[in-house]
């Protein structure tokens, strides 16, 4: 199993954009699903957006905010996060499956996982 490096993350103000990273080495990284997922402390983890070999899916919040996209030649996923606000202010991981996911929205379906990269955004 591969692994996911994080990164990107940091303090914006509102209305702000970052975009993160998320580097995949040892895996076969055009097969993978892979997704972004976040969580705060004492809040459970929530989806934000996955992409495949096929199309991106967004939670309702990211979709018209966010931009998931892949790089294979360079086996690195990122995220553009525009117009951000302090309730995005969360850690950020990045999840990976081979193969395709039947909801990639899920974070069960997916087995690897990332440390981690934190976005803090003030209002």
């Known amino acids: 199993q591969g692994q996911l490096a994080e990164s990107g993350g940091g303090s914006v103000q509102s209305g702000g954009s970052l975009r993160l990273s998320c580097e995949a080495s040892g895996h076969i990284y055009s097969s993978l699903t892979m997704g972004w997922f976040r969580q705060a402390p004492d809040k459970e983890r929530e989806a934000v957006a996955s992409?495949?070999?096929?199309?991106?899916t967004y939670a309702v919040f990211a979709k018209d905010r966010f931009i998931i996209s892949k790089d294979n030649a360079k086996n690195v996923l990122y995220m553009q996060m525009n117009n951000l606000k302090p309730e995005d202010t969360d850690r950020y991981y990045c999840a990976a499956r081979h193969g395709t996911a039947p909801s990639p929205l899920d974070e069960d379906n997916y087995n690897n996982w990332g440390q981690g990269t934190q976005v803090t955004v003030s209002s």
């Open positions: 992409i495949d070999s096929l199309e991106p």
